[in-house]
């Protein structure tokens, strides 16, 4: 009898045993299923400064060339990164266009007057530039042989800073700076400075930009 009922007893554990290791089983692959589930329905949603600073990152990188040094090449790219993050397509808040950052006034200067097709037109924008950089050299071509290699305002000017400077605030602002001595200080709607351009942009190579007078740009 006894054997009997300790025999009972003994398979009646083992099958809670058994059924137990089943349930913990089974709640296991729940949790596990529970954690699939969890991972592959939520995610992060950037917000717009993420997006923006991750679209800036981006820009830098693409726009970045190494080895260019002070190259003609040096200073397009470092113009256009602060322009526009080198971004072909961006207008900004005053209506400014393209890589460079063009008044519809400045492409009026060179000869364009469509700015949709401006800002589909990565060419045309590089063109646009070399030939309001050969406007501008024209314009200042006295000023340029005037003043360059001296101080003005605490400022050393070169022509690579002088055409930065114009294309910011136009080629009057530039005469204006110089002769006053630095005291007449042209900003533009974000409040950046002729004169941080001219720092900004110092020692390039423009020497092969040909002075013009009336450039036109063509397709």
């Known amino acids: 009898m006894i054997k009997t009922c300790s025999y009972f007893i003994g398979?009646?554990?083992?099958?809670?045993t058994v059924v137990s290791g089943f349930k913990s089983y089974e709640i296991a692959l729940i949790k596990q299923h529970k954690?699939?589930?969890?991972?592959?329905?939520?995610?992060?949603?950037?917000?717009?400064?993420?997006?923006?600073?991750?679209?800036?990152?981006e820009a830098v990188s693409l726009a970045a060339i190494p080895f260019?040094?002070?190259?003609?090449?040096?200073?397009?790219?470092?113009?256009?990164v602060r322009e526009s993050l080198g971004l072909y397509?961006?207008?900004?808040s005053y209506g400014y266009m393209g890589k460079y950052q063009f008044g519809k006034s400045a492409l009026?200067?060179?000869?364009?007057?469509?700015?949709a097709g401006f800002l589909k037109n990565p060419i045309q924008q590089e063109k646009a530039f070399n030939a309001l950089l050969a406007k501008n050299k024209w314009?200042?071509?006295?000023?340029?042989?005037?003043?360059?290699?001296?101080?003005?305002?605490?400022?050393?000017?070169?022509?690579s800073g002088i055409l930065a400077a114009a294309h910011l605030g136009g080629a009057g602002s530039v005469k204006n700076f110089l002769?006053?001595?630095?005291?007449?200080?042209?900003?533009?709607?974000?409040?950046t400075s002729i004169k941080s351009y001219m720092t900004k942009f110092a020692g390039y190579d423009t020497s092969h930009i040909i002075p013009n007078d009336s450039p036109v740009v063509t397709m």
């Open 108 to 115: 009026r200067a060179v000869g364009i007057r469509n700015t």
């Open 139 to 159: 314009e200042l071509r006295n000023e340029i042989k005037k003043f360059e290699g001296k101080k003005v305002g605490g400022v050393h000017i070169t022509e």
């Open 89 to 92: 397509t961006l207008v900004n």
């Open 35 to 57: 954690t699939e589930i969890k991972e592959s329905l939520f995610y992060h949603v950037a917000t717009e400064e993420e997006v923006a600073n991750e679209a800036k990152d």
């Open 11 to 16: 398979f009646v554990l083992l099958i809670a």
């Open 179 to 191: 002769k006053s001595n630095g005291h007449n200080g042209f900003r533009d709607g974000f409040g």
């Open 68 to 80: 260019t040094g002070k190259s003609f090449t040096g200073f397009k790219q470092a113009l256009a």
